[in-house]
């Protein structure tokens, strides 16, 4: 079982003409899973702190294989593993599926930092409260190797 899982219904503005997903959208499906993850546990994506800085996770490395074509209207499993917590990043493995067929497998890798009032980023650790809550799956074996 997946450490987080949320559903998702495929929209019509996500396919092309055919009917089916275009790639790019598991991209954005893999970070909207990771927001819902982060909401779960109450925290967000964006701390906007006191000072006029924000806590916030760019990603450092995204990468997604493909297995079978997700159309309109089906309903999407997004399962979310936590692969690695570092000091200043963690790693996620996200799978797609809809009833037993695997759509697609993703990995992605977010840094913790500020983002300064000009723009400019600072990586820094994972602040103790976000440390707490974001825990390693335990033990890590991904979901299309489980039955």
Known sequence: MPLFSTQRRVQFSETDMAGIVHFANFYRWMEETEHEYFRSLGLSIMHHQPDGQVLGW??????C?????ARYEDVVDCRLDVERVGLRSV???IEFW?????????????ACCICHPDGTLTSVDLPDDYRSLIHESTP???????K
């Open 98 to 110: 809809r009833e037993a067929t695997r759509l697609a497998a993703g990995r992605m890798k977010t």
């Open 91 to 93: 790693t996620y493995q």
């Open 58 to 63: 760019p990603r450092v490395s995204a990468s």
């Open 140 to 146: 890590h074996v991904p979901a299309s190797a489980r």
């Open 65 to 69: 294989n493909y297995n079978a074509p």
